[in-house]
């Protein structure tokens, strides 16, 4: 039997823009998801957009007692900027009411609200000014979070200021799948560097308030890299890809400095940001009491085949490499390599100080469960099951070995939209009926989920 520390986190995450709906409901106004959606709904899955998604405006009261009923001990979820500010100064009361009744539902069922300010909902009053690409962005924020501790303090103690800041920097400024779906590396690096002064000046705001017992922190998406043989060339790739996609948000959150390395490559390839003078005074007195990582799956690296010499860019330096032994999950592509869970419980031991660090999303995608439904209709979802033991044996074992987990949190629990790809891949212990008033019934990893926060373990 694997047992798990006392006081242990058991619980799932998700966010406003993926669960909440009630988009254009309440006083809020669109994000720059809700504006995409308009403009190009031929983009996202079956035309699946973000106005009603799992519902969780309506039916939260109902969804607090599902928590419980699968044992879950935590819930993190994130606030829609846009409805608390709907023009980033005007307080909304409606959506004052709504969060307070939703946090104090939770907790009066034994369930911890940890929430989240930023889930990848720019306002898009904010993003016609130019998003995370102006500096004014950063002020704008903090004073967003400033409005959320005082309005909630007294109900949330766990904070968080981002979900994977990397995500919303890379995936909009490189890779297309976010709006404004821009690709110019200067533009992205800029964008992080805001992002990052963001966070920090939202930590400021937070320690200003002195919420009691408060703790704030922010949720990075971790995939360490796997470089394809000790040759130095792969071995850099690997340093490259780590400083890039690791340390880029954990030395300056944690430990309060920007990777030397990351600043030698982006002066190096002239991609330095505009950087205003008391920035760094900011970033060292200005660390987090907590970090959440979401862990879904590693990079694999090599040197790249034919780079130019001198190199130009990071794409001389690294490139993914094709691990032949990898196992996948083919529905979401991504691959399961449940031992880098262990990988990082010890660099979050040995590189960060031991820091308290919880597991804050793991999970499996699947498209077309109806295929596992049963008779009595519950989706037999045995594969998540084992996915979610590898993860956490290898948890344990980091556990074991010292490093300071307190919980472990899935990607999700009743299933929701994704972004682009709205339904297609399902992650929840709940399944939702799109077509039927978004009804919830539980699978089978639901029941499993609660023997497993019952025991402490498995
Ligand atoms: C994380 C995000 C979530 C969620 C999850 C699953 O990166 O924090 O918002 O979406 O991944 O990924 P996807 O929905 O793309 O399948």
Redesign the pocket.
Known sequence: MIKFPKDFLWGSAA?AP?TEGAAAMGGKSPSTWDKWFELNPELFNQNQGPEITSDVYHQYREDVKRMKEIGMNSYRTSIAWTRLLPDGKTLNEEAVRFYRDYFTAMLEEGVEPIINLF?FDMPWWLMEQGGWEIRASVEHFAYYAKVAFEQFGDLVKRWTTF??PL?HIECGYLLGCHYPAKNDWRLMVQVGYHTLMAHVRAVEEFRKCQIEHGEIGIIL?VSPAYARSQSPEDLLAKEVSDNRSVYSFLDPCVLGTVPEKLVELLKQFDLLPFVEETDEKLIAENTVDFIGL?Y?QPTRVKAPDHPQTPPQGFRDLVAGYDWPEKKMNPY?GWEIYPEALYDVALMMKEKYHNIPWYVS?NGM?VADEERFLTEEGEIQDDYRIEFMKEHLEQLHKGIEAGSNCFGYHT?TFVDCW??L?GYR?R?GFYRVDIEDNCKRTMKLSGKWYKQLSEQNGF
């Open positions: 966010s993926q889930h979900n994977e995500v998406n979401n879904y979401r999303e995608g990607w994704s972004w790809n891949n992650y």
